[in-house]
Nanobody, 124 residues
Framework: QVHLEESGGGLVQTGGSLRLSCATP????????MGWFRQAPGKEREGVSY????????LYAEAVKGRFTVSRDNAKTTVYLQMNSLKPEDTAVYYC?????????????????WGQGTQVTVSS
């Protein structure tokens, strides 16, 4: 298990931006994959993006492609999700998660450790 600490959620107007952070205090995870997922009320959890820390490869869901950017810090202990041009349909609780596997899809079942979630609300 990896302890994950999320921050950065909040309330923003349509078209605004937020940056979410996911930290792994005291632990480097250079060979893991960090994913971002979200869950809106009454909906299933869906994958948003991931970054493979071993090679920097990224993947985005179609709904956020071109608006969201996932990145990491050089120490590979914090991953960020920059969210621009936010829409009301982006409103959800956002979770970061870590997987020890070399993954190529946003499959939540391969992510073993999850953050507590942070609320993102986009007003129209």
């Amino acid at each position: 298990q990896v302890h994950l600490e999320e921050s950065g959620g909040g309330l923003v107007q349509t078209g605004g931006s937020l940056r979410l952070s996911c930290a792994t205090p005291g632990r480097t995870i250079s060979d893991f994959t960090m994913g971002w997922f979200r869950q809106a009320p009454g909906k299933e959890r869906e994958g948003v993006s991931y970054i493979r820390l071993s090679d920097g490869a990224t993947l985005y869901a179609e709904a956020v492609k071109g608006r969201f950017t996932v990145s990491r810090d050089n120490a590979k202990t914090t991953v960020y999700l920059q969210m621009n041009s936010l829409k009301p349909e982006d409103t959800a609780v956002y979770y970061c998660a870590v997987s020890p596997f070399f993954i190529q899809a946003l499959d939540p079942s391969v992510f073993g450790s999850w953050g507590q979630g942070t609320q993102v609300t986009v007003s129209s």
